[in-house]
């Protein structure tokens, strides 16, 4: 859609009205009405070589104390530019305030450079920088000068940047103040441009008198011998977790440990179609790993998500971890049922104050404990973790004696032992190495007769 051809065709039709032929000013009318309904549905791709700053989609977005109409010439071509070097992703969507590259054009970049103060006052893009920060794949290069502005040397200079990979967006030597970004260099020094303001794409056809010298040199994505703006392909990516972790579980206050993990990258490049990866480790490039909910000093599951940006196309996958210690106890006099299902179920065993379990298995805000006389699941919230203490060797309740109530707590739990299933205790782990006074590796009434003599 050439919105430049419509201004041409407005033009026609209020001269054809001055001169009174009505039947050309229907035929015109025609011809806008068409063409103004065709790019309804144009498609970026197609039309970006031909946007106007005169564009009524766009030509009253303000710019400074001006607006894209009257002054916006350069920000159009910079637009031109993004489109055609293949820069904008994912990351300049985000900036820009879009969500698709269709809805990317002249006022949306003029927008951006407005919501970061990117104008003076009278219209002008107060920082060469400005373009980085919103499309962070094109690179502010230089503003500068031709050597020599007759077409045979300006043609040579423009090849020599353009061939180190540079986009040129340059003024015309019209009189005044006008930029334009140039597509390609013939070997017969012709050039092609696409113009903010001109139908043709022939420099010397518009301007006669040539460039006026001064250039703006930019990077994007693509150099301007690689640019094929249109996708060949619907871009589309997927991330597909290849193998897990190591570890998933981790005792409280540990670290998370990504080693061993691995993902499967598959998807559509929107130039050279399907294509498929092999398993790569989680921190590898175009990689990005999201783990900030995870806690290592509170007991849960966490989600850990998993990030690929192509640049063309994003996604992300997730999986769990989970923080324990294994072993809890409970603090309150009330009773915590252990029920055959999560939240539910037969009621297998209660467990009473002070009554210490080995979790086995985790699922949310559950944990399951298992042996040969009861399993089932239990609340974790209504469970405390235990701490592990460097006990001295008979000291059970680690008060810095080994006394009778070290005693008392030795024949308490052999007494229990006989009653309690063997997966439920009421010492901790570290009580039982403390209570093994003889050290034999086994709590029994050894260790008490061994207390006898001791205490």
């Known amino acids: 859609m050439q919105h430049k051809k419509i201004i041409g065709i407005l033009t026609a039709i209020v001269t054809a009205a001055c001169c009174g032929s009505a039947g050309t000013v229907s035929a015109a009318a025609r011809a806008v009405e068409e063409t103004s309904v065709s790019s309804d549905s144009a498609s ?17 977005t303000p710019m400074g104390g001006t607006t894209i109409r009257r002054s916006g010439c350069l920000i159009t071509s910079l637009a031109i530019m993004a489109v055609h070097s293949g820069s904008i992703d994912s990351a300049a969507m985000k900036n820009l305030g879009i969500s698709d590259i269709e809805q990317f054009n002249p006022s949306v970049l003029a927008n951006a450079y407005t919501s970061v103060g990117g104008f003076s006052g009278g219209g002008a893009i107060s920082s060469w920088g400005t373009i980085h920060t919103l499309i962070p794949n094109i690179t502010w290069g ?47 020094g012709s050039i092609t441009m696409c113009d903010p303001a001109m139908d043709t794409h022939d420099l010397y056809e518009g301007y006669p008198s040539g460039l006026q010298g001064e250039y703006w040199a930019l990077k994007g994505t693509n150099a301007p011998n690689e640019c094929d703006a249109a996708p060949k392909y619907e871009a589309a990516l ?18 998370l440990d990504l080693t061993g993990g691995t993902v499967t990258l598959s998807g559509v490049d929107p130039k050279t179609g399907e294509w498929t990866g092999e398993p790569v480790p989680m921190d590898s490039e175009n990689i990005s790993v999201d783990a900030s909910a995870y806690d290592p000093n509170t007991f849960g599951s966490y989600d850990i998500v998993v990030k690929a940006d192509m640049g063309y196309a994003s996604a992300e996958t997730v999986f769990q971890v ?43 805000h559950y944990g399951f404990i298992a042996s040969e006389d009861v399993s089932g699941w239990i609340d974790m919230s209504q469970l405390e973790k235990t ?19 070290d005693l008392s707590l030795l024949n308490s739990y052999l007494q229990n032992r006989e009653q309690l299933p063997d997966c439920i205790s009421t010492l901790t782990a570290s009580q039982l190495e403390a209570a093994d006074l003889n050290g034999d590796g086994s709590v029994d009434l050894l260790d008490v007769r061994e207390f006898l003599t001791t205490i």
């Open 44 to 60: 970026v791709y197609s039309e970006y070589r031909e946007w106007s700053q005169l564009d009524p989609r766009w030509g009253n």
């Open 142 to 188: 230089k503003d500068a000068y031709l050597k020599n502005t007759s077409k045979k040397a300006a043609a040579a200079e423009l090849t020599s940047l353009m061939d180190e990979g540079w986009h040129i967006i340059a003024r015309v030597n019209n009189g005044g103040f006008h930029w334009v970004y140039i597509e390609s260099v013939g070997e017969d």
């Open 238 to 255: 997927g991330i597909e977790i290849t193998s897990l972790p190591e570890r998933t579980v981790f005792n409280c206050g540990e670290e």
């Open 322 to 364: 989970t923080v324990c210690d294994g072993e809890y106890f409970v603090s309150d006099d009330s009773p915590v049922a252990v029920y055959s299902e999560q939240g539910g179920g037969t009621m297998q065993f209660p467990l009473k104050k002070g009554n210490v379990v080995q979790i086995e298995e985790y699922s949310g």
């Open 387 to 405: 701490e592990a203490h460097v006990h001295v060797k008979g000291d059970i309740n680690n008060d810095g004696v080994v006394d009778k109530y």
